[in-house]
């Protein structure tokens, strides 16, 4: 049984660009939350997707939006790149009801 | 806001030993409470979850402690091996599922 993937693995971009991360979840499960990590610091909630709506969203600006597909894969975009945009982006799924969130092993992003 | 402390962003403890790490919180109060275990460039691992009415939950080694009086969860890793060093987040959720908030985490090493 796969876990949680999350492609690509690492990433490099320049301010002002934009980039798309994917995520596919582990199997059978149907919520993806997406989580930003910088170094040192602990995963910070940016938004859930289930059943292809955005469900919960965490205090990060509009320029990161998402969608989740009909398979339950989910993107998450990030517009007009900053340089503090540089992270690590973890995908997490879960199935409803229960509280146990499964994590991939994250998209390195750097922005120069 | 809520605040969520990890007792110190290090731990250096001798192989053998109990490992104690602590989680405090402030202005929250979480309807459950989950530890992670997280190795360098790679996703957090689900370890154990305790829920408000509970004191305390054991797996294996493994021991965790919920005060909502004190606001602060004890972890506690008995026996504790070289494979244990990794770094150790406390996360806290409320109704909403999914919707973590986590700390900072502390760095565990267990020397031989």
């Known amino acids: 049984d796969a876990g949680v993937t999350q492609s690509p693995t690492h990433l490099i971009k320049t301010r002002g660009q934009q980039v798309t991360l994917r995520c596919s979840p582990k199997s059978g499960h149907d919520t993806v939350s997406w989580y930003q990590q910088a170094l040192g610091q602990g995963p910070q909630f940016i938004f859930q997707?289930?059943?292809?709506?955005?469900?919960q969203r965490g205090n990060f600006p509009d320029r990161f939006s998402g969608h989740q597909f009909p398979n339950y894969s989910s993107e998450l975009n990030v517009n007009a790149l900053l340089l503090g945009d540089s992270a690590l982006y973890l995908c997490a799924s879960s199935l409803p009801g229960t509280e146990t969130q499964y994590f991939g092993p994250g998209t390195r992003l750097l922005v120069l | 806001s809520q605040k969520i402390e990890q007792n110190s962003e290090a731990l250096n403890i001798q192989e053998g030993k109990t490992a104690t790490l602590t989680c405090n919180y402030t202005?929250?109060?979480?309807?459950?409470l989950q530890w992670y275990r997280q190795d360098p460039g790679r996703g957090p691992v689900f370890l154990l979850l305790?829920?408000?009415?509970?004191k305390e939950k054991r797996k294996e080694r493994l021991k965790v402690t919920f005060d909502t009086t004190l606001k602060q969860s004890l972890f506690h890793i008995t026996a504790s091996q070289p494979a244990d060093s990794a770094t150790y987040l406390c996360a806290l959720e409320g109704t909403n599922a999914g919707k973590s908030t986590f700390g900072d985490g502390t760095t565990l090493t267990v020397k031989p």
């Open positions: 997707y289930y059943e292809e709506e955005e469900r």
């Open positions: 305790i829920r408000e009415n509970e």
């Open positions: 202005n929250y109060s979480p309807a459950y």
